[in-house]
């Protein structure tokens, strides 16, 4: 959607943009009036990105035609530091023979920290100045909510130090003005200009009027002999004073002249004034709206409010104009107070009379009022502004409040799991991130950093670029002689180097970890500065004085011949812990470079055709998987989906989120296939074979439509498709995406407000119970506090996905299921009778195309048609359209979701699906028929025969203990059931080669396919053992067929003379533990009371904690024999108390 929107050549004079569009809009404006004006400018663009901006620089190269054609040089920098040096560069211009240009506008961009970490440079530059024809426009990207922050941070404060001015824009349509107007203020004055941007607002949408502008307003001055502006030799004394009495004096006249302060709302008795400034102003303006207050309202109240669009220095003339004849001022502003301070200061002169009491971080009293930390609200304004005019009476107003409140207590007292960020499916982290055991290691800045809230003995973050160096203070006092360091190889270009040069400096012993994705993934992909590859890296390190490096990679024949650093090792990731534990012996500094490809950057470049799809892909036997989890240990990916089975939760892999990395299969299980063949094309989704009527009647115009979704699965097009068509349809519309590191698989919110006119429309965030229709495209982020507590029972109607995405619980703890009952009762508390409608998206998306991408545009499609987005169909599709990507598909799969809401049971028999039933649990007889018809195929009639006997035993002596529903017989005859059919050789051979199997095999190829064995023998031994000392697995080709053929053929043998495996000591084991089960029968048998049943249950269900195979299956054996032991011994104590009660 973005690049359609910003690559569109000729801007019109309307449009719906974004906030980093409009920043990308800002630089192509200048440049167009400056032109107009008649002058022979040039722009210039650096920075370093970081939320909230980290798409810039990605906005900026797909505008990188319009850019070079309006001379605009884009050149963005190694850090914030380097970037904010060069644009001072761009100052001097003029001051050098050999100018072609008239002067050069500039434009600075970065992150809160990254300015923090360009101090000196900003205090150079700013005192320096600009050129009269250039000016610069600072950028900087404030998390106040530590969305996607290592801390929450503000930037007011640093500019002031610098003598800085500030500007601080509300919405989108101020970002294009106050840009305009800050590049102009940084020509007038010499100074350079500061452009605050804040999550909530740079990452929505809105319309924007992309051709008024504002008409700039020179103001005359008097500048001191010499000017204002930059020049080559310049003493510092005379640049402080300039700067102190002379360019703060130009920028308050600019600022006064072009009423970037004003007054928006007045009172013919005025008596109570707020002010307030950026996002602060928007949650003001709702809070008032929320409240039902409008000027007509406001100025029968005596309010007069006061919009501050330059926070300092405070413009004088025009605050005190706005004081006058007030009693009160509250101040509204987001962390701490920059105005409030300022008025107090300029009103302490006035006559008693003319001051106003001035409140905002604290009331008359000094008690605390409006908070310094976190975010403002609108709900939390709208609290102050009731006790300060007195409205508590009203009884409309306090209907608000409490249903606000209610929809706030409501969620908090709905606990559920939440959808935390976590690595992306075949991420190079999910290995890399691993220590040896006994080791520690520290995260860093990047995605990597998600490995410290992983049980992965990792820790402590610290600044972008200090990586490490807080060992150097640590090291002298510690036992610990060594630890590993995370360091992101964007990290590393932009400053981490500087630590690595540090500890050698220090002489500390600590492995530095590059973890080389070739991207910066983080902020979407893009490339590494000066794209610097692994063998330029190692010549780096090695002549800073770095002892040991070594290169570990998915890949290592691709560096054989690339001219490595003398020394360094080259090794496959197999061999990771190993060489990890041969580093951490190693004194000194040493590196690490691990080298595999973003996966979320290589599933990009596929879908751009540019790089090959793969023609492998992994597959689980789902009837040989035993559910130990170890293929979670080995890769930590959540393609691995948890499926509930009979025989407890196994693994599915999601063909459509899977990257192909493959680590999966390193877990000891023989239950992996991996399958090579010519991938068939997906053929296009059709549309519905239906003609489809109008969609239900829509609600009233103005809607708060709340769209809850996973990160990477276009819940952020979602709300752009929706805010496009509001615009296409003449509406009025803004949309707010939080992403950060969200997009890594976790939740995502969007918001979408719509109204029939831009002035009713503030705060781009839902309030409290404020949503009219929620997009459920995923259960889990629906019911979390954000999404939950914007619903209300009377307002809110609901399209609910069925299908629920397992979380990054699924890959911590193998038994994790969703609990999808929970959601369904979280959600049912929070709508009202009716108001929710769902609908298996995902399993729709997954007939249509074979892929789950789809899901959101199918509910999106069943929401348009039940009456919840009130847009037209053509507006819809214009949209659809306009996202540039996959339309066709997209229109089938909106119009099937549509069919959906329409007539549920004829769509769904068009899409295939079963109409969905209530999973009913099976009686303990139809158990036992089932499981015997199983142990029948898996040997023979006589083994089910013995098992039927056993749990008819079990069933008798449980109804003579009347212990609750045979509880204890339905545990038994899955237990001993699982005992009985252990998934020994003759098992594992008859799965692998069930036609049905190999038949699933074949879905998605053209024509014959290969498929591979991953299989494990022997005992691990000398050179039979993997990295974690087990038996090795080996790859088997198609020629394994015929003899795991012929194994399934004689199972029968299985336990007779002619079993080949009989002494083998796993199976010697299965045997041992079906006759430890039968003895523990006799023993619950002889059990003669019901004191003690909820033991007798746990140590029936035993087996169900002895997974896997060959060690793995060992060490639950180990584990469920201790706890066998305690079990027996407290049940033989109820026996004989028992025995002796009688």
């Known amino acids: 959607?973005?690049?359609?929107?910003?690559?569109?050549?000729?801007?019109?004079?309307?449009?719906?943009?974004?906030?980093?569009?409009?920043?990308?809009?800002?630089?192509?404006?200048?440049?167009?009036?400056?032109?107009?004006?008649?002058?022979?400018?040039?722009?210039?663009?650096?920075?370093?990105?970081?939320?909230?901006?980290?798409?810039?620089?990605?906005?900026?190269?797909?505008?990188?035609?319009?850019?070079?054609?309006?001379?605009?040089?884009?050149?963005?920098?190694?850090?914030?530091?380097?970037?904010?040096?060069a644009i001072i560069g761009s100052q001097q211009v003029g001051l050098f023979p050999g100018s072609r240009r008239d002067g050069v506008f500039a434009i600075w961009y970065g992150k809160g920290p990254g300015l923090d970490r360009a101090g000196d440079a900003f205090k150079h530059a700013n005192s320096l100045g600009s050129s009269p024809l250039g000016g610069v426009l600072a950028v900087v990207?404030?998390?106040?909510?530590?969305?996607?922050?290592?801390?929450?941070?503000?930037?007011?404060?640093?500019?002031?130090?610098?003598?800085?001015?500030?500007?601080?824009?509300?919405?989108?349509?101020?970002?294009?003005?106050?840009?305009?107007?800050?590049?102009?203020?940084?020509?007038f004055s010499g100074c350079w200009s500061g452009l605050i941007t804040v999550s909530e607002v740079v990452e929505s949408g809105a319309v924007v009027e992309t051709a008024a502008g504002p008409e700039i307003v020179r103001p005359v001055f008097d500048a001191p002999p010499g000017g204002l502006h930059i020049r080559l030799r310049d003493p510092q004394l005379a640049q402080e004073s300039r700067l102190w009495e002379h360019k703060l004096g130009a920028v308050r006249a600019f600022a006064r002249a072009n009423r970037i302060d004003r007054v928006v709302w007045d009172s013919p008795a005025p008596r109570f004034g707020i002010a307030a400034a950026g996002k602060a102003w928007l949650d003001l303006r709702q809070a008032l709206d929320d409240l039902g207050i409008d000027a007509a309202r406001a100025a029968e109240l005596g309010l007069r409010l006061y919009k501050v669009g330059m926070s300092w220095p405070l413009e004088q003339d025009g605050a005190l104009a706005f004081a006058r004849g007030l009693r009160t001022?509250?101040?509204?502003?987001?962390?701490?107070?920059?105005?409030?301070?300022?008025?107090?200061?300029?009103?302490?002169?006035?006559?008693?009379?003319?001051?106003?009491?001035?409140?905002?971080?604290?009331?008359?009293?000094?008690?605390?009022?409006?908070?310094?930390?976190?975010?403002?609200?609108?709900?939390?304004?709208?609290?102050?502004?009731?006790?300060?005019?007195?409205?508590?009476?009203?009884?409309?107003?306090?209907?608000?409040?409490?249903?606000?409140?209610?929809?706030?207590?409501?969620a908090e007292s709905a606990p559920l799991a939440p959808r935390p960020p976590f690595f992306c499916s075949g991420c190079p982290h999910n290995c890399s991130t691993r220590v040896p055991e006994g080791s520690r290691a520290l995260a860093g800045t990047g995605c990597h950093v998600m490995a410290a809230w992983m049980p992965r003995q990792t820790a402590s973050v610290l600044h972008m670029g200090a990586e490490g160096a807080n060992w150097v203070g640590v090291q002298p006092f510690s036992d610990i002689g060594h630890v590993f360091q995370n360091l992101g190889d964007g990290t590393y270009v932009h400053s981490g180097s500087t630590a690595i040069r540090q500890a050698v400096a220090a002489g500390i012993t600590i492995t530095y970890k590059i973890l080389y994705n070739d991207a910066v993934a983080m902020t979407g992909g893009q490339p590494l500065d000066g794209q610097p590859d692994i063998a330029r890296i190692t010549h780096q390190v090695h002549h800073e004085g770095v002892g040991r490096i070594a290169v570990v990679s998915d890949d290592p024949g691709r560096h054989r011949r690339s001219g490595l650093a003398d020394g360094v090792t080259l090794h496959p990731r197999a061999e990771l812990d190993r060489v990890q534990r041969e580093l951490r012996r190693s004194p000194g500094v040493s590196v690490l470079i691990y080298d595999q490809g973003c996966a979320a950057e290589k599933r990009r470049r596929r879908r751009r055709h540019e790089l090959a799809a793969p023609t492998r892909r992994v597959v689980i036997n789902e009837e040989v998987c035993d559910g130990c989890g170890d293929c979670l240990t080995a890769s930590n990916c959540v393609s691995l989906l948890p499926v509930a089975s009979p025989d407890g939760v196994k693994r599915r892999v999601d063909q459509s989120a899977c990257n192909q990395d493959f680590s999966c299969a390193d877990g000891f299980c023989?239950?992996?296939?991996?399958?090579?063949?010519?991938?068939?094309?997906?053929?296009?989704?059709?549309?519905?074979?239906?003609?489809?009527?109008?969609?239900?009647?829509?609600?009233?115009?103005?809607?708060?439509?709340?769209?809850?979704?996973?990160?990477?699965?276009?819940?952020?097009?979602?709300?752009?498709?929706?805010?496009?068509?509001?615009?296409?349809?003449?509406?009025?519309?803004?949309?707010?995406?939080?992403?950060?590191?969200?997009?890594?698989?976790?939740?995502?919110?969007?918001?979408?407000?719509?109204?029939?006119?831009?002035?009713?429309?503030?705060?781009?965030?839902?309030?409290?119970?404020?949503?009219d229709s929620l997009l459920a495209c995923d259960m889990v982020v629906a019911t979390g506090w954000a999404a939950l507590s914007r619903l209300d029972s009377e307002r809110t109607r609901a399209v609910i996905n069925l299908d629920v995405a397992p979380t990054a619980a699924s890959v911590l703890d193998p038994d994790a299921l969703p609990d999808e009952a929970g959601l369904h009762r979280a959600l049912a508390a929070r709508l009202g009778p009716g108001a929710a409608r769902f609908v298996s998206a995902g399993e729709a998306a997954r007939r249509l195309s074979g892929d789950a991408i789809f899901t959101n545009i199918v509910l999106l499609g069943h929401a348009w048609q039940s009456g919840l987005i009130p847009l037209s169909e053509a507006a819809m599709v214009h949209a659809i359209r306009l996202n540039g990507v996959d339309v066709d598909d997209n229109l089938a799969a909106f119009a099937w979701g549509r069919w959906l809401a329409h007539d549920a049971p004829a769509a769904t028999a068009g899409l295939g699906l079963d109409a969905p039933a209530a999973a009913a649990e099976p009686e303990l007889a139809e158990l036992v028929e089932a499981n015997a018809a199983r142990l029948t195929d898996y040997h023979d009639a006589a083994l089910a025969e013995r098992y039927r006997a056993l749990v008819a035993r079990v069933e008798r002596q449980d109804r003579a203990l009347a212990g609750g529903g045979l509880r204890l017989s339905r545990i038994v005859a899955v237990a001993y059931a699982r005992l009985l059919a252990v998934k020994d050789e003759f098992e594992v051979a008859r799965q692998l080669t069930d036609p049905g199997f190999l038949a699933r095999l074949a879905e998605g190829f053209e024509g014959p396919v290969r498929p591979t064995f991953m299989l494990g023998f022997g005992d691990g031994g000398a050179g039979n053992a993997d990295r974690g000392g087990r038996p090795r697995k080996r790859a088997f080709g198609p020629w394994l067929l015929a003899p795991l053929r012929l194994l399934a053929r004689i199972r029968r043998w299985r336990g007779s003379l002619l079993d080949p495996f009989r002494f083998n000591a796993d199976r010697q084991l299965a045997r041992g533990l079906i006759a430890e089960y039968e003895a523990d029968i006799d023993l619950i048998c002889a059990a003669s009371g019901p004191g003690g049943y909820d033991a007798l249950v746990e140590l029936a269900a035993l087996p169900r904690r002895i997974r896997g195979y060959g060690p793995i299956r060992r060490r639950s054996v180990d584990a469920a024999r201790t706890r066998r032991m305690e079990l027996r011994q407290q049940l033989r104590g109820e026996n004989e108390r028992s025995l002796a009660a009688e």
């Open 1 to 85: 959607m973005e690049a359609s929107a910003v690559n569109g050549g000729v801007w019109p004079e309307r449009a719906f943009l974004t906030g980093t569009q409009v920043l990308v809009r800002l630089p192509l404006e200048q440049a167009r009036r400056d032109r107009a004006a008649g002058l022979g400018t040039g722009g210039f663009i650096s920075g370093y990105r970081g939320s909230p901006l980290g798409g810039y620089d990605k906005a900026l190269w797909r505008a990188s035609a319009e850019l070079e054609a309006a001379g605009i040089v884009f050149r963005p920098a190694i850090n914030e530091e380097m970037a904010t040096t």
């Open 141 to 187: 990207g404030d998390d106040h909510g530590a969305m996607s922050s290592s801390m929450a941070h503000q930037s007011e404060q640093l500019m002031m130090a610098w003598m800085m001015p500030v500007l601080v824009p509300a919405g989108l349509q101020d970002y294009l003005d106050f840009g305009l107007l800050g590049l102009a203020m940084s020509r």
């Open 329 to 410: 001022v509250l101040v509204v502003e987001e962390k701490r107070g920059i105005i409030e301070p300022a008025l107090k200061e300029l009103f302490y002169h006035l006559p008693a009379d003319q001051r106003p009491q001035v409140l905002g971080k604290t009331d008359a009293a000094g008690r605390p009022l409006l908070p310094s930390t976190g975010e403002l609200s609108p709900e939390l304004i709208a609290r102050v502004l009731v006790e300060r005019l007195g409205l508590g009476a009203d009884p409309a107003i306090r209907a608000r409040l409490d249903r606000a409140e209610a929809a706030r207590r409501a």
């Open 670 to 771: 023989p239950s992996f296939v991996t399958v090579e063949g010519h991938r068939a094309a997906r053929p296009p989704i059709m549309p519905p074979p239906v003609e489809l009527p109008p969609p239900a009647a829509a609600q009233e115009r103005g809607r708060s439509i709340l769209v809850a979704g996973i990160g990477g699965t276009g819940v952020v097009t979602i709300t752009q498709i929706i805010g496009h068509a509001a615009f296409a349809d003449g509406l009025a519309a803004t949309t707010l995406d939080f992403n950060g590191l969200a997009q890594k698989g976790g939740g995502v919110l969007g918001y979408v407000r719509l109204a029939a006119t831009a002035e009713m429309l503030h705060a781009p965030r839902i309030g409290l119970g404020g949503a």
